[in-house]
Every structure is written in structure tokens, then in C-alpha cells.
């Protein structure tokens, strides 16, 4: 075989990597989002709902008042995955 065989498979592997990685990110998106979620920003502890998982964070929407007592400009928020914690007692809509 030569170098442009490796080249091929090595392009079709990568082709097939990003495809199950989008998939996988369409179910984590689909799963998370909705959930009510806790964090922690500016010492104070904050509540929000996810509107949409990224790969290694997910954009929170918090109420005014809340993003008034962080000083946030926003009611939009990025938090790292390791970073909220799912509230308890959900009846998640997008589990089937």
C-alpha cells in the first residue's frame, strides 16, 4: 500500500469520527436541554434552564433577577458541564 492508501482510510475515519460525534452531540443536546440546572457564579448560587448543550458546556437561561445579582448583562449564560448540577425531581420531557 502505498502513502495514498493511508491517506484515504485515515480521511474516511475521520469523516465517520465527526459523524458519530455530531450525533452523539444531537442526543446530549436533546437530553439536556429543558433541564433545570444550579451553579455557582460570583459566590452566589444561581438557577437556570439549559437552551443548549455544547460539547463541554451549555447555554443557560436564568431569570433577571438573577443576572442582576451576578452582574450579568444577560439572562444568557455559559457554564462548563462540570459546573451546574441538575435539580432533582424533573419529569424530563425529552426521555423516552
Same mark, same amino acid.
Given at each position: 500500500? #502505498?502513502? #495514498? =492508501? ?5 480521511? +474516511?475515519?475521520? $469523516? !465517520? ?5 455530531? +450525533? *452523539?452531540? +444531537? !442526543?446530549? *443536546?436533546?437530553?439536556?436541554? #429543558?433541564? $433545570?440546572?444550579?451553579?455557582?457564579? /460570583? ?9 443548549? =448543550?455544547? *460539547?463541554?458546556? =451549555?447555554?443557560? +437561561?436564568?431569570?433577571? $433577577?438573577? =443576572?442582576?445579582?451576578? $452582574? ?6 455559559? &457554564?462548563?458541564?462540570? /459546573?451546574?448540577?441538575?435539580?432533582? /425531581?424533573? &419529569?424530563?420531557?425529552? &426521555?423516552?
Amino acid at each position: 500500500m #502505498g502513502s #495514498g =492508501a493511508h491517506l484515504v482510510n485515515f480521511t +474516511e475515519y475521520l $469523516e !465517520k469520527s465527526i459523524k458519530y460525534e455530531k +450525533e *452523539d452531540d +444531537e !442526543k446530549m *443536546d436533546k437530553f439536556l436541554v #429543558g433541564l $433545570e440546572v444550579s451553579f455557582i457564579r /460570583n459566590n452566589e448560587k444561581v438557577k437556570g434552564k439549559i437552551i443548549k =448543550a455544547l *460539547d463541554r458546556s =451549555a447555554i443557560i +437561561e436564568i431569570s433577571q $433577577e438573577d =443576572a442582576d445579582k451576578i $452582574e450579568s448583562p444577560s439572562t444568557l449564560t455559559v &457554564v462548563h458541564h462540570s /459546573n451546574y448540577k441538575i435539580i432533582k /425531581n424533573q &419529569v424530563h420531557k425529552n &426521555v423516552t
